[in-house]
């Protein structure tokens, strides 16, 4: 099963309005990765968080690493047409390093 | 410069049966992950191989096997097929141990 919790599983966001998806481990983690995978794709990676309370940012999309290194964030700002996907988080584990994956947030987006 | 390679692309065997697929990294990359991916949900891990070495075994059972090349291309074997390993086998190369994924496009079994 999961180790590596994501809510929500779907959502559904107007064409211009902000959204967040979050992740949540029950073990402290090493690092954690950020995923996208297009309908019909592979994943395809977005971004990695190693320290406690990193933030990053790729234009519209600001992602966050906990201070306690055991959960996440992507926040999407005016979503586009072309940030449908589903996004997953993907957790290292620091006593076994295995990267576990949650289990997605699928985006969908109203014209 | 290509990217992960993965074949075949799509495969269908009959419970019972054997299958073996394979996986060619980036040039370059000496680690090559294996996962599985039931629609809806997340890449499962299966395995981890580094410099031809299992590094990581996910929780799955003995029927699933795999190994690395010293050209570091590497192949995943599944014994006694059973319905439920019907899945998008993904396989991920990286660089290195803990550094970031790129996958190939999977092979789509379908267990009949």
């Known amino acids: 099963g999961q180790q590596v919790m994501q809510i929500p599983q779907y959502q559904h966001v107007q064409e211009g309005e902000d959204f967040t998806t979050y992740c949540n481990s029950s073990t402290t983690l090493s690092n954690i990765q950020w995923y996208k995978q297009r309908p019909g794709g592979h994943p395809v990676f977005l971004i990695q968080l190693v320290k406690s309370g990193e933030v990053k940012k790729q234009k519209r999309l600001t992602f966050q690493f906990g201070e306690a290194k055991k959960n996440s964030s992507l926040h999407i700002t005016a979503t586009q047409t072309t940030d449908v996907g589903t996004y997953f988080c993907a957790g290292l584990r620091s006593n076994d390093y295995k990267l576990s994956f949650g289990a997605g947030t699928t985006v969908t987006v109203r014209a | 410069d290509a990217g992960v390679t993965q074949s075949p692309t799509h495969l269908i065997k009959t419970r019972g049966q054997h299958v073996t697929l394979r996986c060619s990294p980036i040039?370059?990359?000496?680690?090559v992950s294996w996962y599985q991916q039931v629609l809806g949900q997340g890449p499962q891990f299966i395995f981890q191989y580094y410099e031809k070495e299992e590094r990581g075994r996910g929780n799955f059972p003995d029927r699933f096997s795999a190994r690395q090349f010293p050209n570091y291309s590497s192949e995943l074997n599944v014994n006694a097929l059973l319905l439920g390993d019907s899945a998008l086998y993904l396989c991920?190369?990286?660089?290195?141990?803990?550094?970031?994924?790129?996958f190939g496009s999977g092979t789509q079994l379908s267990v009949l």
């Open positions: 991920a190369s990286s660089l290195d141990l803990n550094e970031k994924l790129f």
């Open positions: 040039s370059g990359h000496k680690s």
